[in-house]
Every structure is written in C-alpha cells, then in structure tokens.
C-alpha cells in the first residue's frame, strides 16, 4: 500500500512531498530545511532512496542536493537543467522502482512550460497510476507562471503550458490525484489556486489549461502576469551551483547599543511582532514584517540583496521559526537577533514610536472632515500589486505597489500619508516603511471589500 505525505510550507507557498511504500520513499521538491523531510520519513519508518526535482526551481532554495547527500538516496534532475553538481539525469518516460515488493514506480513526464525543462512525475501502483507530481505545470485551477525564466521564451512557454497540462490529463484517469507544489500563495502560480486538494477530473473542468484553447489561454495567462519577486533572480543561479547546508543556530544577541548603531549604519532592523503591537510601538527606524504572514518572501522581496538583517522577535520560538523561513530564501544568516518589546531594545531616555491604525470608514470620515472644514486631504497610497489595482481602486488614490515602496517613497506628495492594501498586511509593512522614513502615516487595517461599504468611491475595470 503506497501512502503520500504533504509537507506545507506555508510561508512560500509550497508543497513538498514524501511518498512511496514499506520498503522505500522518494521525497520531490524538498525545501533547504530537510530536518522536516527526514523526520516525516522516520515517523513512516522507511528509507527516502530517491529526491526528485520537478525544475530548477525560481521561488525558494532547494534542500534536494543536501537530502540526497544525507540518506544517500538517488538525486533526479531533469536531465536539460543546467546545474553544476553531480545528478541522476531524469529523461522523459524514464521510471524508477521506488518500493519494488510494493511494486510501486515513478515515472517522469516532461512537462515544460514554467521552466523548459519542468518533469513531473507520476506514481504508480501495480502499473496503475494514482498521483501526479506536477510540480509548477498542472496546478490547481491554473498553471505555472511561465515569465520566469527569460522575456523572450514567456509566449512559447505559455503554449507549452497548455500543451504540457493536455498531455498530464489525457493520459491519465480522473481519479489520479493531482500534487503540484507551488499554488498555494506562492508567486510561481499563474493564477490564484482554488482549493487545497485536486485530481485528474476535476481539473478537467475547471483548470484555464483545460478549458481554454491554446490562443485564448495565452492571451489571458500573459495579461494576468504581475511582477516577479525580485530575489527570483538569486534561486535558480543559487540552486544550479548546489545550496550549501542551513545553520540553523542563533544568531548573535544584540543589545540596545548594537540595535542603534546597526540602524545609525543603514542595516535593516525587522520588527516580526504582530502589525497590531508594532503600531503600538516600535524602535524608531525599524521596519516591520509579521513572522506569521510571509515573512520571508516579502523580506526577501524588499531587501536589497545581501544586506545584513537583524530580526527582533517577541521570542526565541518566533525567532527561530522566522530564521528557519529565511533560509529557504537564501537568507542564511542574520546579522544579530534581540527577543522581548521596545522596553528592551531602546536606549536610555529613548522612546517607542507609534504610529495609528484605522479603517476605511475611518479613511471616509477623515476626507469627509478635511472636504467640509477646507483642510488639505491626506495622501492616501494603494500598495496593492497592479493587477488587483486594475481590478478595482479607490477613487483619487496614489499607487506605488509594495515591493517598489521602498525605492519610490519619495514620490509621494507632502503631508500625512494614509496607507491600505487590501487585507491590513501588506499596508502595515508599507506603514512601517514611511514611518522609519519619518512621514505620519496612519495604516488602513482593514478588508478592501470594507471602502465600498463606507462610502469611498471604487473605480472597476
């Protein structure tokens, strides 16, 4: 009896998975924190004798190379990745016994489109199949973005995405289930998943792939792709050269002198604790991410490359859990870490900043007064990603989306800046940026659905 487990790996996005038998397991598209990988396989009590990469992939660091090396499993890559480390080359229609007295197999199917070399895989018992490894290809109601890997090959992948999705469908039953790792908040997914869980069948019906021909899918795939997450352009070159091991290890304490003088010399300090209590107060000059939204794709986002981080974390648990996302984006090692509330990290005589939190009617409210009463408007800034602008804005707003925030700052008008997105997230991590900056910023912490229902103008597509 063969078994399947997922591993989430919710910060990013992903999926990774454990699958196989008694008498062995492949483990496909591991994350670079592999302690979790081998802990599920001990709990299954069985030897992982294969790592299969679905791409080289653009989003996260691979712990595959690693894996591989620890258990002395099979490392397959498809066979036209360019990487630089010794690999099982993985061709299409190639098949591995993963339990032979179970006789469970593993067969390779290219599947290009997100990347030209994408393979996924296809589990089979007794030669019947059961689930699909889709990796970035078939995901669930979409696809794989396909604008990853070079402008000039993002049409062709695109019909290479659509082919890629028929030819997984057509030969295979509807009850095969369907496993891809990205489509679960990850930026590598061409459209929003909808759902958890899938198969064969059901993308059928509703998956653009499926149900669009090839020039209307295209068409539609192109004109919904949005930016690509800027540490994309270190992932691939770092996992074709072969990530090294994590170190996990705390990072250096950092007492209230070395905060100051790390901030004084333009390092970023990054405040994990809750939006809710970073508004309250804050060591000036600090930024702030949640560590339970995703902490590290949007630090790795906003970061300039390379430049030295120092986390304060409201515990050494938050820390070590933010430490652990970090790593799957190529962050390896903070600079320094303090643990505790700004009573802790502050100088003597030093006090907190804060800043305020509203909602959309509180926003309606503040432009009705300044309309009534003569006063200048506040500058309100939309830090939603284009696409959802183009969907539906504010009436009279500015827009700089997020990721771009910190470059373009600047641009925006003089005078108190009030700040949504379109859940109260990103609009607290936009605050905190103007607020280091020394603007007055009040942050919108509140559901975009909310403005139409206060009475603010929403201009639609």
């Given at each position: 009896m063969f078994f399947v487990d997922t591993l989430e790996i919710e910060g990013l996005g992903n999926r990774s998975y454990l699958a196989g038998g008694p008498g062995g397991a492949i483990a496909v598209d591991p994350p670079r924190d592999i302690d979790q990988v081998i802990a599920a396989a001990a709990r299954r009590g069985v030897r992982i004798t294969y790592v299969a990469e679905t791409h080289v992939h653009n989003d996260y660091v691979t712990g595959g190379l690693e894996l591989a090396r620890v258990t002395g499993a099979h490392y397959l890559v498809p066979a036209d990745a360019a990487v630089s480390y010794r690999r099982v080359l993985v061709h299409d229609g190639d098949e591995f016994d993963v339990d032979p007295a179970?006789?469970?197999?593993?067969?390779?199917?290219?599947?290009?489109?997100?990347?030209?070399?994408h393979t996924s895989y296809v589990l089979a018992e007794a030669g019947r199949p059961v689930a699909a490894f889709t990796g970035g290809s078939l995901l669930i109601g979409?696809?794989?973005?396909?604008?990853?890997?070079?402008?000039?090959?993002?049409?062709?992948?695109?019909?290479?995405?659509?082919?890629?999705?028929?030819?997984?469908?057509?030969?295979?039953?509807?009850?095969?289930?369907?496993?891809?790792?990205?489509?679960?908040?990850?930026?590598?997914?061409?459209?929003?998943?909808?759902?958890?869980?899938?198969?064969?069948?059901?993308?059928?019906?509703?998956?653009?792939?499926?149900?669009?021909?090839?020039?209307?899918?295209?068409?539609?795939?192109l004109a919904g792709l949005d930016d690509i997450p800027a540490y994309y352009a270190h992932?691939?070159?770092?996992?074709?050269?072969?990530?090294?091991?994590?170190?996990?290890?705390?990072?250096?304490?950092?007492?209230?002198?070395?905060?100051?003088?790390?901030?004084?010399?333009?390092?970023?300090?990054?405040?994990?604790?809750?939006r809710t209590a970073f508004a309250a107060g804050h060591l000036a000059g600090s930024f702030n991410i949640e560590a339970d939204g995703q902490v590290a794709t949007y630090l790795a986002w906003l970061i300039p490359w390379g430049k030295p981080v120092t986390l304060l974390a409201e515990s050494t648990e938050q820390l070590a859990a933010a430490q652990r996302e970090l790593v799957r984006v190529g962050i390896d090692r903070p600079a320094a870490a303090a643990t505790g509330g700004p009573e802790d990290w502050l100088l003597p005589g030093e006090q907190?900043?804060?800043?305020?939190?509203?909602?959309f009617a509180d926003l309606a409210a503040e432009l009705a007064a300044t309309a009534r009463d003569g006063g200048p408007a506040p500058v309100?800034?939309?830090?939603?990603?284009?696409t959802e602008r183009?969907?539906?804005?504010?009436?009279?707003?500015?827009?700089?989306?997020?990721?771009?925030?910190?470059?373009?700052?600047?641009?925006?008008?003089?005078?108190?800046?009030?700040?949504h997105c379109a859940g109260g997230m990103r609009a607290g991590i936009a605050a905190s940026l103007l607020d280091a900056a020394g603007r007055e910023v009040t942050a919108v912490d509140d559901t975009f659905a909310s403005a139409a229902e206060a009475g603010l103008t929403v201009v639609t597509a």
């Open positions: 179970a006789r469970l197999t593993f067969r390779a199917v290219a599947t290009p489109g997100h990347t030209p070399h979409t696809v794989g973005r396909p604008d990853l890997v070079e402008p000039r090959l993002t049409e062709d992948l695109a019909r290479a995405q659509h082919a890629s999705a028929h030819r997984l469908a057509d030969g295979l039953a509807d009850d095969v289930a369907v496993l891809p790792t990205h489509g679960f908040g990850s930026f590598c997914s061409a459209g929003q998943a909808a759902g958890t869980a899938t198969t064969v069948g059901a993308e059928r019906r509703r998956n653009e792939a499926l149900v669009k021909d090839v020039d209307t899918f295209v068409a539609d795939l992932m691939g070159p770092l996992n074709a050269a072969g990530p090294a091991p994590v170190d996990l290890t705390p990072p250096a304490p950092a007492d209230p002198a070395e905060l100051a003088r790390r901030l004084a010399a333009g390092e970023w300090v990054v405040d994990l604790r809750a907190p900043r804060a800043f305020r939190r509203a909602t309100v800034l939309d830090v939603r990603r284009a183009a969907a539906a804005h504010l009436d009279g707003t500015h827009h700089i989306p997020l990721h771009q925030l910190h470059r373009r700052g600047a641009e925006l008008p003089d005078g108190p800046v009030w700040v």
